[in-house]
């Protein structure tokens, strides 16, 4: 059984991730990850090769630059989180909509990801759980008429 404590700390971690990866805080961000920490992103979620593989601090911190050149704004939305913990280990699924919005001045979109998140967690020098291994399964997309507010 997983501790609530525990539980909410690896939920916070998921959020801390969405929260900067959508505000361009690279310095945050590359917090939510052990310094050896890979991101590897896969669509359709049962492909074989990546869409992207990065791996370490100093190649994660430039993911939410990335995000900011191509869209006008994310925002990622944290849903269902499940995690099972064994001594200084742990894995967890987490779900997230992450929308993408482009905008014109006749309005935009909203390229929406169906994402599930599967995490290997590890615990950093000062005890605190981090992501070690996060496989990015896009298991689908939508594209919605979107318009940011004045």
């Not at 959508?22 to 050896?36: C, I, K, N, R, T």
């Not at 499940?82 to 929308?99: I, N």
Request: aromatic share 10%; charged share 30%; proline share 4%.
């Amino acid at each position: 059984m997983l501790d609530p404590e525990t539980n909410l700390e690896l939920r916070r971690l998921a959020e801390r991730y969405a929260r900067h990866a959508d505000s361009g805080d690279s310095d945050e961000f590359v917090q939510a990850f052990l310094p050896d920490a890979r991101v590897h992103v896969y669509y359709p979620p049962e492909a074989t090769t990546t869409m992207s593989d990065m791996r370490g601090h100093d190649e994660l911190r430039a993911i939410p630059a990335m995000l900011a050149k191509a869209y006008d704004r994310t925002f990622h939305l944290i849903a269902n989180t499940s995690y099972e913990v064994d001594g200084e280990r742990a894995t967890g699924w987490v779900y997230c909509l992450a929308h993408h919005l482009s905008t014109t001045r006749h309005g935009g979109t909203s390229y929406v990801m169906h994402i599930r998140y599967e995490d290997e967690y590890g615990r950093d020098g000062d005890g605190a759980w981090r992501i070690a291994d996060r496989r990015v399964n896009i298991e689908w997309t939508e594209t919605r008429t979107a318009n940011r507010a004045p």
